[in-house]
């Protein structure tokens, strides 16, 4: 299919949106069903639809697609005012990485388990269709990280995430040894099992469960969680959004670098990633009365009272 050269997104797109693409978990019957009953709603109430092809090429089999337009993350891109995201936050993730550069925003129905991003809940999905259609929506936008892999001064791999970028051990159960750089200060050297860099989005994935700290998706700073460090005084620290990170590998025996954990590559001793802020933001949409803190108490229990007689 032909490439088209990205859009700008008006103000008008978002308050009333004409062109909607949907992208969906794979190998889920609940998300065919789920899919198809919002494509044809969106349908009856004048939307172009879109299906993301690998959903489509996915999902088809277990429902009939064949009525909507078929595309790629490109031309969803230059299309599309918005995308709805039908799953969990690994799909979520993979949709903001892929339509990150296009400015497309992000609609969240959570078909998955525990969902930090896909705000609306699947029996809910059509009920909030007209408020996302007549405008009501809230945008708010969230930071990514770029990052680049340099190996004996060339690049040899880049990428962008919305949670996190981790630098580990790998499979071998030795730890991994690299140093640390801010604004190309020597800051420590870390002997651990990895380190996790994470946005603020990413501050309640695998950041929280390794000791990190919880930050607000509004703020703009960057937090560094070592995984088991060897002192323990390697604590999480959180640096400015626009500091220049620097991790130089000096001993491991398979060291790796994940990308939101969907995309990993291998790594070598005197390997470098290099990580900053994106130059590009993902912005979501959030039904009205979204709260970030009543998300956080339903999905940490932070509310649940000790159960006993």
């Not at 489509?56 to 697609?65: F, M, P, T, Y």
């Not at 909507?68 to 990485?97: Q, S």
């Not at 809230?138 to 990280?145: F, G, H, N, Q, T």
């Amino acid at each position: 299919m032909q490439e088209f050269a990205p859009m700008n997104r008006s103000f008008a797109s978002l308050r009333s949106p004409r062109t909607i693409a949907l992208v969906g978990k794979y190998h889920s019957l609940e998300i065919a069903e789920s899919l198809r009953r919002l494509a044809e709603y969106l349908h009856e109430r004048g939307v172009s639809v879109f299906i993301e092809r690998e959903t489509a090429e996915h999902i088809g089999r277990k429902v009939d697609l064949s009525r909507w337009v078929t595309c790629g993350f490109n031309d969803i891109g230059a299309h599309a005012d918005l995308a709805i995201v039908l799953g969990g936050d690994g799909t979520m993730l993979n949709a903001a990485r892929r339509l990150a550069r296009y400015c497309v925003p992000l609609v969240g129905v959570n078909q998955g388990r525990l969902g930090f991003m896909t705000d609306i809940a699947r029996e809910d999905m059509l009920t909030c269709m007209d408020d996302l259609l007549d405008g009501r929506f809230v945008p708010e936008a969230r930071m990514l990280l770029a990052a680049e892999v340099i190996r004996d001064g060339r690049e040899i791999a880049e990428n962008m995430a919305l949670n996190d970028v981790v630098v580990d051990k790998g499979a071998i159960g030795r730890m991994i040894e690299f140093e640390l750089f801010i604004d190309g200060e020597f800051i420590y050297n870390l002997r651990s099992d990895g380190l996790i860099v994470s946005t603020p989005t990413g501050s309640t994935a695998y950041s929280l469960s390794s000791g990190g700290p919880i930050l607000h998706p509004t703020l703009t700073g960057i937090a560094l969680v070592p995984l088991c460090p060897h002192a323990l005084t390697n604590r999480p620290v959180i640096v400015n959004d626009q500091a220049d990170i620097e991790l130089r590998i000096t001993h491991a025996d398979d060291p790796r670098v994940h990308f939101d954990g969907q995309v990993t590559l291998d790594l070598a001793p005197g390997d470098c990633v290099r990580l900053r802020r994106s130059e590009h933001a993902i912005r979501f949409l959030h039904p009205p009365g979204y709260s970030y803190f009543a998300m956080l108490r339903q999905k940490l229990q932070w509310s649940e009272r000790p159960k006993g007689p």
